[in-house]
Each structure stands twice: as structure tokens, then as C-alpha cells.
């Protein structure tokens, strides 16, 4: 859905809306764990992601964590931020490294109220964002943990569109909210399959298409809400790397 340097919301734009955010805009590179915004602050910045994806974490008192979304080069971290004042609970990390084009977040608020069309577009990949944490979160209570790893490893493909994923089986545990062990046999039991192939932290999607049957049918409802993002953009479009 996109290439390596790209990023689909800036691509999505107009020339002259897209100049207007690309000028303010520096590239950075975001090494693995990269902190992008903390639970109850506001940002500094925004991201335009261009490769590798982010984790949008919800942390419990008790210090249990899960991951309540995620995003890749479709998207822009920060884009809650500039809605409103309301205290958000989430912190935002590099889940695989990348790099991204980042804006202050005061220039992108600005930004935001001026144009017509760039406040539809970030409220297009907010409601996209939130109806996907919706049916995570229904996900994540009604399915069994096989479903949801084959389900969660396939978001993770689309998003950095390679068969190969750098992840851990303590990482993918703390994302999907589960024991280590848990995410050990549920992995072993993908690989006996054939569906994956795990050694030291590097997932291999062996066969795409039997890892979609063995997840749950939430894939295919993320799926639909991933590649109809920015269906209906501009005609003027971008299509030079963004």
C-alpha cells in the first residue's frame, strides 16, 4: 500500500496543502524504542511516519500494558493531540525502527484549523484510528490468543509491507496483553503449522494466506479500514516520495 519513504497521508493532499506541511516538517530517523509521546503530555511534535511502525500503549496501574494500536507510514502520531485538550492515557514508541517527517505540533494544530482540507483528512485517519481500537478492544476480549497473534502479526505485515518482523516473544506478549509463555506456545503451534517461521527474535510469515485463515475475522474488518484510508483524496495528489 505504500513504499518504504512515503507517507499516505501526505501523499493523500493536494500540492499545495502537502508543501504546506512538508516545509515544516524535518526528516528524523526513529531507532527501536524511541519514546514519540508520553501518557498525560502534550507532544512537542507530530509524525508523518515513513517507515517502520509505532505502538500506541495503554499502561494499567499495576504496570500491565497493552497495545491499543498501531501505526505505520499510513499515518500521523500526534494526530489526537490536536483535537482537543483532553488528557490522553496512551504513550506512543517505535515498535520497529524507521523514520518519520516531524512537524511541531503547534505548526500542525495551526495547520489543522486553517485548511479545510488537510482537518479532513487527519479526521478521516482518526476515525479510521478509532474504529480499529474498537474492534481491537472487542478483539482482544472475545478471542483466543492463536487468532489474535495471527491477526496482530498480519496488521503488523501490511504496515511495513515485508514477511520478516523483527519482534520478540516477550515484545509481541506485552502487545497483545499476554503471559510470555502464553505467546511461546501459541508461536510454536503457528510454526508447527507452517504459517510462521520464529528463531531469535525474527518472525518469518512463511504462508500469508493460511495465517489470514487462522486469524480471527477482525483482520479482515481492520484490513477493509486500512486500505479504504484516503480513498476518496484529492485528484491533485502527490505522488512524489513525501
Not at 99 to 122: G, Y
Request: charged letters at 20%; one cysteine or more.
Amino acid at each position: 500500500m505504500s513504499s518504504p519513504s512515503r507517507n499516505l497521508f501526505l501523499a493523500s493532499l493536494t500540492p499545495e496543502s502537502h508543501d504546506h506541511l512538508h516545509n515544516r516538517s524535518t526528516a528524523v530517523s526513529l531507532p527501536l524504542r524511541t519514546v514519540l509521546y508520553e501518557a498525560d503530555r502534550a507532544p512537542d511534535f507530530a509524525y508523518f511516519m515513513t517507515s517502520g511502525m509505532a505502538s500506541v500503549v495503554t499502561t494499567m496501574a499495576q504496570g500491565e500494558s497493552a497495545e491499543v494500536a498501531i501505526i505505520g507510514s499510513e499515518g500521523i502520531v500526534g494526530s489526537m493531540h490536536i483535537l482537543g485538550s483532553a488528557p490522553d492515557q496512551t504513550r506512543c514508541f517505535m515498535q520497529l525502527s524507521g523514520s518519520a517527517l516531524r512537524i511541531p505540533l503547534s505548526q500542525f494544530r495551526e495547520a489543522f484549523r486553517s485548511s479545510e482540507e488537510i482537518r479532513d483528512r487527519v479526521l478521516e485517519f482518526v476515525q479510521h484510528q478509532s474504529l480499529s481500537v474498537s474492534q481491537i478492544a472487542a478483539c482482544n476480549r472475545l478471542h483466543g490468543a492463536e487468532e489474535r497473534l495471527a491477526r496482530w502479526l498480519l496488521m503488523v505485515r501490511d504496515r511495513i509491507e515485508s514477511d520478516t518482523l523483527n519482534l520478540t516473544q516477550e515484545f509481541m506478549a506485552e502487545m497483545l496483553g499476554a503471559q510470555r509463555t502464553t505467546v511461546t506456545m501459541v508461536a510454536g503451534t503457528l510454526q508447527v503449522s507452517g504459517l510462521i517461521e520464529y528463531r531469535r527474535g525474527h518472525v518469518r510469515i512463511v504462508s500469508r494466506e493460511n495465517l489470514e485463515d487462522a486469524a480471527c475475522d477482525c483482520y479482515q474488518v481492520t484490513k477493509r479500514l486500512y486500505s479504504g484510508l484516503y480513498k476518496h483524496k484529492n485528484t491533485g495528489s502527490v505522488e512524489k516520495a513525501s
